[in-house]
């Protein structure tokens, strides 16, 4: 994603807290409450990974989809978390487009602090949905846009979402 051009000031809370509680991955402990009812931001979870809303979204909908696995690099992945991964960024690119109607999405890795990754320590792909204009508008109006729906609410409704028929269940595909 181009941070250049998607304004997100709330996102230096993120940074700040990054700092705050250096050595605590936020993703291995939300993958740890992914069961437990009203806990964290987890949307679904698979064999072997785990689909987060971010807390400090660019964009509404704004997803990290991660190997359950506390590994920092890709080139740690087996091969079996690398299908699994992007099984998801697929399956979460559909369930995305039925739920909130995006025009477009970017989907990318940012790999160590220099290249701009908030948790160096445990890899994850965002999956961020964009709208024609959405960077002009926000630049303008900010959070009044962006924060128009609560992320519990969005976390609802894409946990519906993903009942309808087409979006695969992790669960079920890794059993195959
Ligand atoms: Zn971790």
Redesign the pocket.
């Known amino acids: 994603m181009d941070r250049k051009n998607l304004w997100a000031p709330w996102r230096i809370g993120y940074i700040q807290g990054i700092a705050d509680k250096a050595g605590e ?1 936020f ?2 402990r939300e993958a740890a409450h992914a069961d437990q009812h009203g806990t964290g931001l987890v949307l679904l979870r698979s064999r072997l990974s785990i689909v987060v809303l971010n807390r400090f979204p660019y964009n509404n909908g704004h997803l990290l989809i991660a190997p359950l696995r ?1 590994i920092a690099d890709l080139t740690e992945a087996t091969d079996e978390e690398m299908l699994d991964l992007m099984h998801l960024v697929r399956d979460m690119q559909t369930l995305l487009s039925r739920a909130i109607s995006p025009h477009g999405f970017n989907v990318g890795i940012n790999l160590g602090r220099c290249a701009g990754a908030g948790l160096p ?2 890899v994850h792909v965002h999956v961020v949905p964009r709208w024609n204009g959405d960077t002009n508008f926000m630049s303008v109006c900010g959070d009044t846009k962006l924060i128009s729906q609560s992320l519990t609410d969005l976390l609802d409704q894409l946990k519906e979402a993903a009942k309808t028929p087409g979006i695969q269940k992790p669960e079920s595909r890794s059993q195959k």
């Open positions: 991955c993703l291995c506390h320590g445990h």
